[in-house]
């Protein structure tokens, strides 16, 4: 051992929270000095700092340095003196799961308000003290003025060693926008100088004493079951403490790492399966979409008295396959049982729905179990970080008093993480003589967009609730409604045609395990609807954008297309055909989050794809970190474009192929284009989200950019030179 | 037996059988946080450290092709009171996102940046082309790579 516990502890620093083992003291603060505690959100503590309980997981993305700006905004402090701790259902608000880029709009509101409340609170003690009336104090890093003159008082002092405890209340003065000086700046992320110095960050790096290792065998294929298995080598060898084996759910516990994974891949070979070969082949996935047994759900339908006249008739149809997360970390937890409580380290999205459903499958009293949020890599929606979570608590309950941690190797990863679904999309749209769109029909098919372990009825979704000798019914598939919508999200396009009929047929016979993946059905909606506004535009010979201008009467999605024709020079675009191509896409996240437009260079030849630029153009209302907000719109074009260039789930009638880097290829640093992002200047309309706004419009960019460079349409998904 | 070798300048012994990968034992035994499993199957780099100077997966490297030779994690690289070049320039560029797999990336770029001070665009593209980043922060961290790069120019003229 190189590092002591306390230097370890010491250098996790923000993570400390998660180090924190029943029974042990926690470390969060300092010394006895007194504090004010605001609700479950906010801590002010006499010591000069101040910690901000979030109730949003971290996983990259800069929420909690965001809300940390906010706080810092409303309370007048130093943004340095604001430490995050990460959800804990002990203690941490619940705001059920991080998801649908709406983590600003769902959090920030409270958060600012319980630093506006405790502002206000310590400033009317300091005008008590200071006989001074409230408006004429200042507060300058939590220094109270009279004035520009100090007084003896700050926010440490007015809370000395009492201890306050304050409720939050929903009516509080908020600063107005004008008055910023912390939110809307480029601030650098909180967690980043831990991440490139290598200090304990992620859960990866959550040593707890006398853990054990942990690997799950998983069956070769879904619904796949043990025929044969011979568990008696593997006990013996060195350092194996436990085979476990409960149905279909198989995993081997050692003291070493190392050991449990070796053991696992020796008990994986004496295993034979009986294997249900009930896949459809997936080359042959869209067929089996639009004949598999569907719900028909109307989405959006218009109709005008307006008469048409003589119109045509231009259908197309467009393709997405399956496509996981594939999250560079594989899933891992770490589970403790002892003395009828479990807690559980986990990096998933939700630790107040994840404790719920663990507690369901397990048959324990929530109040039992705790669920500790630990960063891991990115996930982008629901990968396998549940599922890790729910194989490492039945584990610690069969394998008590030593915390148990289980990895998941790469393989399991990619062949059980719950993939965004295939889907496929049909268009019809009546054109008038001046090209304009009259009428159009959209039917789309899909399995469903999530199945999250949400609470008691949904857990049956977990893998070892299905995989156990005793499995769960499995849930039955879950519509998200609009106006935020699943499958059909970003199904009803933004244009402005008089007659339109949107319809979604949600598959609900489930060949493989899908769930949410950043974005849900808008990745594939707005690359149909975009690819196809681009063919009705080149059908009626008129400028790609132009085009799409005179069908919208929406002025901030106008304003956004007008500043990305300027800033991705568009009139500069090169001839149609010349190997070089520029291909526009455009949306409005969920028809009510953040408008972007992006504009993508590529260059083919010789049978490759190289994609040059992409110039985007993004209105999010206010901006509460400018450079966060951009690298978030730069992720989600890099990731769209390996989704649309690269990825798709493959496999036989009997298993996945897909199981590993090789045979799951994502686009490489060789192959990323140059990126601008251009935000609309809208600080006096409220923060909308960013996170999944960029993918549609990639994808249908690149298309465009295909077709514009060689005069060749693609419409299945991943695209081709 | 005992295994001996140089690990971020100091010399340490560690006592494990052979075959065991180098990732754990950095990562399990000694502690460690900078190299990161990701795979286990030499396709990713997150596990990636310096060997004598070279980039290499330790999550497929039996430690005892390590004994005797010099091990360099992140860690070693720097620190935030002494920080490498690439390091101050990841956090000037904000050049991760989750930053699972910024160890490696960082190491890697070590590696190049130590035989070719003032390497092109497309040297450092090819050359972290073995890295994966699924958060998509390739274009800053190039763009940190390079500007750490130019730092090192700097100091050195
Ligand atoms: S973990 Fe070693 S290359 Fe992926
Ligand atoms: S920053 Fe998340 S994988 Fe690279």
Request: proline share 5%.
């Amino acid at each position: 051992m190189t590092v002591t516990r306390r230097e370890f502890l010491q250098a996790s620093g923000v993570l400390v929270v998660c180090f924190a083992l029943p029974g042990c003291t926690r470390e969060t603060t300092a010394g006895k000095a007194g504090y004010a505690r605001l609700g479950n959100r906010l801590r002010i503590n006499a010591n000069g700092t101040v910690e901000l309980m979030l109730g949003k997981v971290e996983f990259g993305q800069g929420i909690g340095t965001a809300l940390a700006q906010m706080v810092a905004e409303e309370l007048d402090i130093d943004f340095g003196r604001v430490h995050l701790s990460s959800v804990d259902t002990d203690r941490s608000p619940d705001e059920s799961y991080t998801f649908s880029s709406i983590s600003i709009q769902q959090s920030g509101p409270p958060t600012r308000r319980a630093a506006a409340q405790a502002r206000g609170l310590l400033l009317t003690r300091a005008a008590e003290r200071l006989d001074q009336p409230v408006d004429t104090l200042r507060v300058v890093d939590g220094e109270v003025l009279t004035g520009n003159v100090a007084t003896n008082l700050n926010y440490w002092r007015l809370i000395g060693d009492e201890e306050i405890t304050i409720d939050l209340t929903e009516q509080v003065m908020l600063k107005s926008v004008s008055d910023y000086s912390i939110v809307g700046r480029s601030l650098e992320r909180i967690d980043i100088p831990g991440k490139v110095f290598g200090d304990a960050s992620f859960l990866q790096d959550l040593r707890l004493p006398n853990m054990v290792h942990a690997r799950v065998v998983r069956p070769a294929a879904e619904r796949a079951s043990v025929k044969t298995i011979d568990t008696a080598k593997i006990e013996k060898l060195p350092g194996v403490l436990s085979v476990v084996r409960d149905g279909n759910f198989i995993a081997v516990i050692a003291e070493r790492e190392g050991q449990a994974r070796r053991a696992a891949n020796l008990l994986r070979e004496t295993i034979s399966w009986v294997l249900p070969s009930d896949l459809p082949d997936s080359d042959k996935i869209y067929q089996w979409l639009r004949n598999a047994e569907s719900r028909e759900e109307p989405v959006a339908s218009r109709s005008s008295e307006s008469d048409v006249g003589s119109t045509t008739t231009v259908k197309a149809s467009y393709q997405r396959p399956f496509q996981a997360h594939a999250s560079i970390s594989p899933s891992a937890a770490i589970a403790l049982y002892d003395n009828g409580k479990l807690t559980v380290w986990s990096h998933a999205q939700g630790m107040y729905p994840l404790r719920g459903a663990i507690a369901q499958v397990l048959g324990m009293d929530i109040e039992n179990i705790r669920c500790v949020h630990c960063e891991a890599s990115g996930c982008y929606g629901h990968n396998g970080a549940d599922d890790a979570a729910c194989d490492a608590a039945a584990l610690a309950v069969k394998f008590p008093g030593r915390p148990v941690r289980l990895q998941w190797e790469r393989r399991d990863e990619m062949t059980w993480e719950p993939y965004g679904s295939a889907m496929h999309i049909e268009i019809s749209a009546d054109v008038d003589e001046t090209g304009t769109v009259r009428a159009w029909d959209y039917d789309l098919w899909s399995c469903p967009h999530s199945s999250r372990p949400r609470n008691a009825e949904q857990s049956g979704n977990l893998i070892y609730a299905q995989h156990r000798a005793a499995p769960a019914e499995l849930p039955p598939p879950q519509s998200i409604p609009q106006p935020n919508g699943g499958a059909d999200r970003n199904a009803v396009p933004l244009y402005t045609f008089d007659n339109m009929d949107v319809v979604k047929h949600l598959v609900t016979d489930r060949p493989m395990r899908v769930s949410a993946l950043r974005g849900l059905g808008a990745y594939a909606n707005v690359f149909a609807i975009e690819s196809f506004m681009d063919e009705l535009a080149a059908r009626s010979q008129e400028d790609a954008i132009a085009y799409r201008l005179r069908h919208l009467d929406d002025e901030r999605a106008i304003a956004v297309l007008k500043r990305l024709m300027d800033v991705s020079a568009w009139s500069r675009r090169p001839p149609a055909g010349s190997g070089e191509g520029w291909g526009i896409g455009f949306a409005r996240f969920k028809n009510r989050s953040a408008w972007v437009g992006v504009v993508m260079r590529v260059i083919v030849k010789n049978g490759n794809i190289s994609l040059q630029h992409a110039s985007a153009v993004c209105d999010a209302g206010l901006i509460i970190n400018p450079d966060g907000a951009g690298a978030q719109i730069e992720g989600g074009i890099v990731q769209s474009a390996s989704w649309t260039l690269k990825e798709q789930i493959r496999f036989d009638n009997d298993r996945k192929q897909s199981v590993d880097w090789v045979s799951y290829p994502i686009l490489g640093f060789d192959e990323t284009p140059t990126i601008t992002v251009d935000f609309m200047e809208r600080s006096n309309q409220p923060s909308l989200g960013i996170g999944e706004a960029a993918q549609g419009p990639t994808a249908a960019a690149i298309a465009n950019a295909l077709y514009h460079a060689t005069g060749q349409r693609q419409r299945r998904l991943p695209l081709s030179a | 037996m005992a295994i001996i070798f140089t690990l971020n300048g100091k010399s340490v012994s560690v006592d494990v059988d052979a075959q065991t990968a180098l990732l754990e034992v950095l990562r399990n035994d000694i502690e460690l946080n900078g190299p990161k499993f990701g795979c286990g199957l030499a396709q990713c780099g997150a596990c990636a450290v310096l060997l004598d100077g070279r980039s290499v997966r330790s999550c497929v490297l039996p430690v005892s092709a390590a004994a005797g030779k010099s091990v360099t994690t992140l860690e070693g690289l720097g620190n935030a009171s002494d920080p490498h070049p690439l390091q101050s320039a990841f956090i000037e560029e904000q050049a991760l996102q989750c930053g699972y797999c910024t160890s490696g990336i960082i190491v890697t770029a070590a590696a190049l940046l130590a035989k070719n001070a003032s390497p092109a665009e497309e040297d450092v593209k090819k050359e972290l082309s073995g890295h994966l980043c699924r958060c998509g922060a390739q274009a800053r961290m190039i763009r940190a790579v390079m500007r750490a790069a130019a730092q090192l120019e700097g100091s050195e003229s």
